[in-house]
């Protein structure tokens, strides 16, 4: 299935690329064609005026033993000659040839407007022929216009004296040698050349389409026997490995999460029946506590990122209560942080209402920021988690005074396995797991977590999370640690906090 993914994918994209090039390659080849076609009608027009040019050159060169031969002049010039010659050629083909001129002594050469703009062209002595595409009715034509200029045999027709009677009957112009005598026009159907072109490409293209598809069917077997197949393979191999794996890692936490409930709660009976004046006992059994509830929480954020590696984790939906969930937080790190001689500080906002969502993530979520701040805060030092509802989110806030965040390492805090500052790998009994847990758990709730922090002042973490509240439901909860208040009135910046319990100090 995944290799038909892939040649599908292999296919269009090289369908993408062969069009694309095609496209290219026809605009170069149009270009390129009407340049030649051009080129092509050019050498033709040329070759047309030359030999028209050579039969003018002919009858001016014989016409003195013309003349001898008849005894008198017999009619027979070159210009006549040639216009005889050009209309000829011109009644037995699609070809028209003619001469032009300005203020001609026929009619019929008198000069159209492409004709003029040449003659005014060649007035001006900058070129000698002057050509273009036309378009007349449904056909393109080539237009050619050649100078002529006046010769030695032009002269006793068109010479001095201006104004006196030549031979034919028509006023001399009084012309110099060299002065433009008019032009051979030249109209060449464009269509045959056109269509010739025209079928060169089709048949180009159709190379270039087999050659292109032989090229890709090639290239694609290629890729499938020596790229795609064991790439496939291989990645079928380490999903499985991953799997494995992964399964193998859940399950070993699993396992290691019994003993360690069966010795927290041993632990729980020890400290019950340690004598009050035995203080090294319970040093000791409070060193146990701590140390394996340290171990629980890493055990907890590995089996955690298992399963959303996994994507086996789900989300249930079930009603809690923040001061239920404020008093596990305390009970789970205030040892942690009574160990470390660091002073923890649980407020919940006397406003928070009940609220519907899954309660052991949201545990997970505020356990692994508390303990991220305990971690970096020195002994002397202090932690504060706040829990609030405003607008539609939960929102829980961790500060600490510690060492706080180097702003280069801001972006990299929620990644997976970077855990002190100043370091990509872990650091006081860390995983390096914790916040990149907490960054996974909000975006399944459709939330998000955000950091501040300036190094050596502190950190504050942010998690805002949108869940729904249960209205006319707040309860306030007594009788915690033997009926100590949990919910203590205090004043907390502007969001009148109300304190969840008494900080925990050493």
Not at 83 to 100: L, T
Not at 318 to 347: H, I, N
């Given at each position: 299935?995944?290799?038909?993914r892939?040649?599908k994918?292999?296919f269009?994209?090289?369908?993408?690329?062969?069009?694309?090039?095609?496209?290219?390659?026809?605009?170069?080849?149009?270009?390129?064609?009407?340049?030649?076609?051009?080129?092509?009608?050019?050498?033709?027009?040329?070759?047309l005026s030359?030999?028209?040019?050579?039969?003018?050159?002919?009858?001016?060169?014989?016409q003195p033993?013309?003349?001898?031969?008849?005894?008198?002049?017999?009619g027979?010039y070159?210009?006549?000659?040639a216009?005889?010659?050009?209309?000829?050629?011109?009644?037995?083909?699609?070809?028209?040839?003619?001469?032009?001129?300005?203020?001609?002594?026929?009619?019929?050469?008198?000069?159209?407007s492409?004709?003029?703009?040449?003659?005014?062209?060649?007035?001006?002595?900058?070129?000698?022929e002057?050509?273009?595409?036309?378009h007349?009715?449904?056909?393109?034509?080539?237009?050619?216009?050649?100078?002529?200029?006046?010769?030695?045999g032009?002269?006793?027709?068109?010479?001095?004296?201006?104004?006196?009677?030549?031979?034919?009957?028509?006023?001399?112009?009084g012309?110099?040698?060299?002065?433009?005598?008019?032009?051979?026009?030249?109209?060449?159907?464009?269509?045959?050349i056109?269509?010739?072109?025209?079928?060169?490409l089709?048949s180009?293209?159709?190379?270039?389409?087999?050659?292109?598809?032989?090229?890709?069917?090639?290239?694609?077997?290629?890729?499938?026997?020596?790229?795609?197949?064991?790439?496939?393979?291989?990645?079928?191999?380490?999903?499985?490995?991953?799997?494995?794996?992964s399964?193998?890692?859940t399950?070993?936490?699993?396992?290691?999460?019994?003993?360690?409930?069966?010795?927290?709660?041993?632990?729980?009976?020890?400290?019950?029946r340690v004598?009050?004046?035995?203080?090294?006992?319970?040093?000791?059994v409070n060193?146990?506590?701590?140390?394996?509830?340290v171990l629980?929480a890493?055990i907890?954020?590995?089996?955690?990122a298992?399963?959303?590696?996994a994507g086996?984790?789900?989300?249930?939906?079930?009603?809690?209560?923040?001061?239920?969930?404020?008093?596990?937080?305390?009970?789970t790190?205030?040892?942690?942080?009574?160990?470390?001689?660091?002073?923890?500080?649980?407020?919940?906002?006397?406003?928070?209402?009940?609220?519907l969502g899954?309660?052991?993530?949201?545990?997970?979520?505020?356990?692994n920021?508390?303990?991220?701040?305990?971690?970096?805060?020195?002994?002397?030092?202090?932690?504060?988690?706040?829990l609030?509802?405003?607008?539609?989110?939960?929102?829980?806030?961790?500060?600490?005074?510690?060492?706080?965040?180097?702003?280069?390492?801001?972006d990299?805090?929620?990644?997976?396995?970077?855990?002190?500052?100043?370091?990509?790998t872990?650091?006081?009994?860390?995983?390096?797991l914790?916040l990149?847990?907490?960054?996974?758990f909000?975006?399944?709730?459709?939330?998000?977590?955000?950091?501040k922090?300036?190094?050596?002042k502190?950190?504050?973490?942010?998690?805002?999370?949108?869940?729904?509240a249960?209205?006319?439901?707040i309860e306030?909860?007594?009788?915690?640690?033997?009926?100590?208040?949990?919910?203590?009135?205090?004043?907390?910046?502007?969001?009148?906090?109300?304190?969840?319990?008494?900080?925990?100090?050493?």
């Amino acid at each position: 299935m995944e290799r038909r993914r892939l040649a599908k994918k292999f296919f269009l994209l090289a369908g993408v690329v062969s069009v694309l090039v095609l496209c290219v390659y026809l605009a170069w080849s149009y270009h390129t064609q009407s340049i030649e076609n051009g080129r092509r009608a050019l050498a033709e027009a040329r070759v047309l005026s030359a030999e028209i040019g050579a039969a003018w050159d002919y009858i001016d060169a014989v016409q003195p033993q013309i003349n001898r031969a008849t005894g008198e002049t017999s009619g027979v010039y070159c210009a006549v000659a040639a216009k005889d010659i050009a209309k000829r050629f011109s009644a037995g083909s699609a070809y028209s040839i003619r001469y032009i001129r300005e203020s001609p002594r026929n009619t019929e050469d008198a000069p159209d407007s492409f004709e003029r703009k040449a003659l005014a062209v060649f007035e001006e002595g900058v070129v000698e022929e002057y050509y273009g595409l036309e378009h007349q009715g449904d056909s393109s034509v080539f237009r050619y216009v050649g100078l002529l200029e006046v010769e030695e045999g032009c002269l006793p027709c068109h010479g001095d004296p201006a104004g006196e009677e030549d031979v034919t009957g028509y006023a001399k112009e009084g012309m110099t040698e060299g002065d433009v005598a008019g032009a051979v026009s030249i109209v060449m159907p464009m269509d045959s050349i056109i269509a010739d072109a025209k079928a060169d490409l089709a048949s180009t293209v159709v190379f270039f389409c087999v050659l292109m598809g032989s090229v890709t069917l090639i290239l694609a077997l290629g890729l499938r026997t020596w790229i795609t197949a064991p790439i496939v393979d291989e990645n079928k191999k380490l999903r499985h490995e991953a799997e494995d794996q992964s399964n193998f890692l859940t399950i070993i936490t699993h396992e290691l999460k019994t003993p360690l409930s069966s010795i927290l709660a041993f632990t729980e009976l020890w400290k019950e029946r340690v004598p009050d004046d035995s203080p090294e006992s319970r040093v000791l059994v409070n060193e146990v506590e701590t140390n394996a509830r340290v171990l629980l929480a890493m055990i907890d954020n590995v089996l955690d990122a298992a399963k959303l590696e996994a994507g086996t984790l789900s989300l249930a939906q079930d009603e809690f209560d923040v001061y239920d969930l404020a008093s596990q937080v305390r009970a789970t790190m205030g040892p942690l942080a009574k160990k470390k001689g660091v002073s923890l500080k649980v407020t919940v906002r006397p406003d928070t209402p009940l609220l519907l969502g899954d309660e052991e993530v949201l545990r997970r979520i505020v356990v692994n920021l508390v303990n991220n701040a305990l971690r970096f805060t020195e002994s002397g030092g202090w932690v504060e988690l706040r829990l609030a509802y405003r607008e539609g989110r939960f929102v829980v806030c961790v500060r600490d005074n510690g060492c706080g965040i180097p702003a280069e390492q801001l972006d990299h805090v929620f990644d997976r396995f970077v855990s002190a500052p100043h370091s990509e790998t872990t650091s006081e009994g860390g995983t390096g797991l914790g916040l990149s847990i907490v960054r996974n758990f909000s975006a399944m709730m459709g939330g998000d977590v955000s950091v501040k922090s300036a190094e050596g002042k502190g950190s504050c973490f942010t998690a805002e999370l949108p869940l729904p509240a249960i209205p006319d439901e707040i309860e306030d909860i007594e009788g915690i640690d033997g009926g100590e208040s949990l919910l203590s009135e205090s004043s907390v910046d502007s969001l009148s906090f109300r304190e969840g319990g008494n900080h925990e100090s050493s």
